[in-house]
């Protein structure tokens, strides 16, 4: 008797995970296909995720009848569709911060002629919520919607620095990715960098992230520990000591008023 309870219990238990392990797994599949560069088949996403086939074959098929994943001419390789867009737009318009961010990075491109992104952290990645480009013509890769790991960005290591050693060392991964010949992947060279950053309130990489392409950044301290960031993106033959400092300067000045008119706002 006590063998068929424990039976119709584990069944209940197994009825109950499997729809949360179907949702987990599909979330992680929209994650996997928005992060990668190109559309992937589904022996790649069984490679990347190591999930069933089966599996894969009919939440993707799920997934194409709702509009969230799209297929190639081929039905082959898999990106995510129109849906993921509709819902990523949705978070942008019913953020209470972006609204006073945006004529901050306006009022920013004027004065400096750079383009300015507007980023937040998540975990241990900078999620880039708007930008504007520069009117100068200089090419940046546009990044709105776009996660980077946050120790190759000037934003993502501004925002670092304002948690504790302990925390960063929590939350960044055992191995740090390099995007370019310049990213930091040295935990103890990063550490000191994070020190560098909090005594002068800002970052700054140059090349890191992007060859040809020099960062500053500074947190909005609307939060605390600081959650958002804008920064200043500019041809790296252009960031010498006085452009850099210039724009600092400038990036110190706006991000207070910016963090003051949210905090008066109540927006936390």
């Not at 009117?135 to 948690?163: D, K, N, Y």
Request: hydrophobic share 40%; charged share 25%.
């Amino acid at each position: 008797m006590a063998g068929k309870r424990r039976e119709a219990s584990e069944e209940h238990g197994a009825a109950e995970t499997s729809p949360v392990k179907s949702a987990e797994r599909t979330v992680r599949i929209l994650e996997t296909l928005a992060a990668s560069p190109t559309r992937l088949t589904i022996a790649e996403l069984q490679e990347r995720m190591g999930y069933p086939r089966s599996s894969l074959h009919a939440l993707i098929r799920t997934l194409r009848e709702m509009k969230w994943v799209e297929a190639d001419p081929s039905g082959s390789a898999f990106g995510v569709g129109p849906h993921a867009l509709l819902s990523g737009t949705a978070y942008l318009d019913r953020d209470p911060a972006l609204s006073l961010a945006y004529e901050t990075l306006e009022d920013l491109r004027a004065e400096l002629g750079y383009t300015m992104h507007y980023a937040r952290r998540d975990n241990a990645h900078v999620l880039y919520l708007a930008s504007r480009e520069s009117r100068g013509g200089a090419s940046v890769v546009p990044r709105v919607g776009r996660r980077l790991p946050a120790h190759v960005t000037a934003l993502g290591q501004c925002l670092l620095s304002s948690l504790t050693h302990d925390e960063v060392d929590a939350i960044l991964p055992g191995k740090l990715e390099a995007l370019t010949a310049n990213t930091i992947t040295d935990r103890a060279t990063l550490f000191a960098e994070l020190e560098a950053v909090r005594a002068r309130g800002w970052a700054f990489e140059r090349e890191q992230g992007t060859e040809g392409v020099a960062c500053v950044a500074v947190p909005v301290d609307y939060r605390i520990p600081a959650s958002d960031a804008i920064s200043c993106s500019m041809p790296a033959k252009l960031a010498d000591a006085d452009e850099v400092d210039r724009v600092a300067t400038a990036l110190l000045r706006h991000t207070s008023l910016l963090a003051a008119s949210l905090r008066r706002e109540g927006i936390r």
